[in-house]
Each structure stands twice: as C-alpha cells, then as structure tokens.
C-alpha cells in the first residue's frame, strides 16, 4: 500500500481546477461550455508586454538570474508601489515570484510553524487556507457576511487573536467576493497587534481591479505603522491579464525577504528571465491598458448583475473589486432535490454546460463563484443558461 506524506493528509485539492478539468472533459467531447469558473482575465497580454517578452528571446535574455529576481524588475515594483501608493521600499526587501500564489507560499514557509495560528476571513481563497497547513499551522477562519458586503472587521479578526496566533493574512479585493477591507478597519488591526507583535499578511493580487474611487491604501497604512511585520503581495497575474507568464512578488522587511529568498532557491529558483523582461515593461510601460480592461470588466459586472436579477431567488452583493459575483442560491436548494452548492454546480455542468465554482470551495456553502472574466456574449449565455435552470428546479 503506497503511503504518502502525513502533512498531505490535511490538505486538500484546489476544487477550481477540478471544475475546470471537469468542463474540460466535456469540450473534448464537442460540448459548448459556457466557463464562468476561471480566475483568469480573458484579455490577451497587452501588446508591449508580450514584445517584450518576444524581444527577451531574440537578445538571448533566457539564462538564470538572480534567484530573487533581476535588479531591474526589483527597483520598478519599488517604484510602481512609491507611485501608486508612497510607501518606500528597496530592492533588498523585494523578491519577485512565480505568481502571488508562490510569493504567500514562501510566507508560510518562513514564518509558520506547527501549532502557530493563522486568522484570515472567510469566504476565503483556497489556496490561504491550504498554504497555512502545508507550514502545519492552523487557519482560524473569521466569517463575513452578504449583508455587510462581506466587509472584513477589525473587531472579528481581533476576537480571533489568541496567544498563539502568528499571522493575520488579509485578500483585498477579496477572491471570491470582490470585497474591501476598509483603510480604518486595517488601521485598528495594527495598532492592536502591535503589542504581540502579529505578523500582517495582505494579498493585493486584485489591487488594480477597484471599480469605485475609494480610499483603500492598505500599504501605505501597514508600512507607515508596522513595516517590521508587515509584507505585501501583489501580482501581475491580473493587472495586465498574464496569468500564464506566472510573476507575482513581496515586499516586507529585510529578514524576511532574505528566508524567502532561502525557500525559493530550493523550490523553484528564479522566475522565468523571459517573464521578468516582459513585466518590466508592463510596470514601467503605459498603464492605459489596466484602466481599459478595469472598465470592461465594470461593464460586465453590471449587465451580469442585471441579467441574473431576472430570477429573485439568486441574491447578489454587487463586488467593489476582482472579477468574481458571489451570489447567494440558498433558495434554490432544497433537502428534496439539489441540497447544496456543490451539487447545483454539477448540475449545472451536466444539464445545461455551465461551469463555475461552488460555494464550498471558499469555504461557504450556499454560494456560487461566478466569473465574468469573459465576453459579453458567453456571460449572457451563461446567465440565460443559468436562470433557466433556476426557473426549471421551481417546476420540480
């Protein structure tokens, strides 16, 4: 009998690849699957990026770097977070990673440890959750809720602190909620942590992706106040739609940079040198392009709310940020026919070929993750495809 190792036994698989590999199943077959389940833009990388990337291979720019990134890519996401938000930070307290999911995972590995406590707020992104016990610490969900918006209070975070908490890990804008954690709200939580001296972990992956102009300088609020606990996470997965280039980075203090530079020299070493190239130049290059595809996605977000208003049993909170509804479908569930989330997604899939994430993914039953990262024509679709369905569950 194959025997495995024992941490393994308390992580789970990402359900948002399975969901994609399921509608992948039936494309192959020549099914039309309308995918509302990628986190992903659907945008092409802007056209500098990608010449840059062109131009990286052709000068013979594809040999190792620095495991921590290439100098150059280290002072322009200094520069770029000097700009966008005043807070300084240099090279050395900079590590570029293969995307915000390796640059959090490098965080767990060198500041978690067996029985260490974790808060961070649910819904919640998996992946958090499994990062923290992969490092054998323990996660300690804060709920939000529908009727706050899903707003991240400092109160509950801090009634989760205990002794043994380690960390505060924050996603603003929320994956899957879209939501905010307000300025004031972060505010509070460092100044009372201050004293346990808490670690403050903010995923800003979604950062370039807020609809309304609104205060949310959260790392202009934890450098000010608590830049020797603090480290920062961002990403250009889904400002310049390059997902597939995989490049996200930290910032944080000096110490902690230096172990996780020692974590990603064993892991995976650099990130690609093509990579590096072309996200130089989509932070140091035009920006016209990320307000384009933020108003896009606004447009999106609206009709798609609009479109699924039609049927009164799904609930939404519209999202201040990233690219994702969270509608409530509690009143579509029943004990006599689809009892949960899980099983209306499947569903879903099978009877009418729509593909999204169901709410236990996030760790809220009861919910669907839709993702308008898509065209206008495949998310009316959807949405018709979807009400459908909803209207055919009443008539059972």
């Known amino acids: 009998m194959m025997t495995f190792a024992e941490r393994l036994a308390r992580v789970s698989s990402s359900q948002t690849q399975q969901v994609a590999l399921a509608a992948e199943r039936l494309r192959r077959d020549g099914v039309d699957i309308v995918d509302l389940g990628a986190g992903e833009p659907d945008f092409d990388t802007p056209a500098h990026v990608r010449a840059a990337g062109i131009d990286a291979i052709d000068n013979g720019f594809t040999k190792y770097t620095p495991n921590a990134g290439i100098i150059e890519l280290k002072e322009a996401v200094c520069r770029r977070y000097a700009a966008d938000y005043d807070v300084t930070y240099q090279p050395d307290e900079t590590i570029v990673c ?16 067996r029985g260490d406590e974790v808060v961070t707020h649910a819904p919640v992104w998996p992946t958090i959750v499994e990062q923290i016990k992969l490092a054998e610490a ?33 996603n603003s804008p929320g994956n899957p909620t879209g939501a905010l954690i307000a300025e004031d709200e972060l505010k509070t939580i460092v100044r009372e ?12 992956c979604y950062e370039q992706l807020i609809y309304e102009d609104v205060p949310h300088n959260l790392p202009s609020v934890v450098a000010g106040e608590a830049a020797d606990r603090a480290v920062l996470v961002g990403s250009a997965s889904k400002s310049y739609a390059m997902t597939g280039w995989r490049c996200g980075w930290a910032l944080g203090p000096r110490p ?33 392009c990320v307000g384009e595809m933020r108003a896009e996605y606004r447009v999106r977000r609206d009709q798609l709310i609009t479109w699924l208003a039609e049927e009164p049993r799904i609930r939404i909170v519209p999202p201040a940020g990233a690219f994702y509804l969270f509608p409530d479908i509690t009143e579509l569930l029943s004990p006599d026919a689809i009892r949960t989330s899980a099983e209306f997604a499947a569903r879903l899939l099978e009877d009418v070929h729509v593909a999204l994430t169901p709410g236990e993914a996030f760790d809220a039953p009861g919910f669907l993750r839709v993702s308008y990262a ?23």
């Open 98 to 113: 293969a995307g915000g999911k390796q640059a959090l995972f490098n965080v767990a590995m060198a500041l978690f440890d």
């Open 138 to 170: 323990v996660p300690v969900l804060v709920r939000t809720y529908p009727d706050e918006g899903f707003a991240v209070t400092a109160e509950r975070v801090l009634d989760a602190v205990t002794p043994r908490t380690r960390a505060i890990v924050l």
């Open 193 to 204: 942590t201050e004293a346990a001296g808490i670690w403050l972990v903010l995923d800003l």
């Open 256 to 288: 902690l940079i230096k172990k996780m530079n020692t974590v990603q020299s064993h892991v995976t070493s650099n990130v690609s040198s093509i990579t590096q190239h072309a996200v130089l130049t989509a932070l140091t290059g035009s920006h016209d």
């Open 374 to 396: 898509t065209s206008m024509r495949r998310l009316e679709a959807g949405a018709e495809r979807l009400t459908r369905f909803a209207a055919r569950l009443a008539l059972q």
